[in-house]
């Protein structure tokens, strides 16, 4: 058996970073580690709808920069069937990176810069 389990942001500012995905995304910690040094601090995301993917985030002490994302050309991506009240949020929000109204989706941006593909569910 082999399946996904997480997906790792590094992140700069972990409280920023966890109202963030509350308010954006509804996700909420499952789990959290702290090393007894203080040189890092790790929490796993879960979603509300009980998936088995989780997002892990990760505070380095000794990370001050920002992370080098690339190209952005990752991401990950959330299916929704509220697509609408998610967009008007993410729009209210100010993290609305990009859209393409031709395929039906658009992009959120973190704290980060980490970029989050929103889809709306599909019949």
Partial sequence: MIRFDHYNFNVQDMARSLDFYDKALGLTPE?????????????????????????????????????????????????????????ARHEAMGCICFENPAMGIYFIQDPDGYWIEIVPKRN
């Fill in 31 to 87: 789990r959290e580690k702290d090393a007894p040094d203080g040189s890092y601090r790790i929490v796993f995301l879960r979603d509300r709808e009980g998936s088995l993917f989780r997002l892990e985030l990760t505070w380095l002490r000794d990370h001050p920069q920002p992370y080098d994302l690339g190209e952005e050309e990752y991401h990950l991506a959330f299916v929704t069937d509220e697509y609408d009240g998610y967009h």
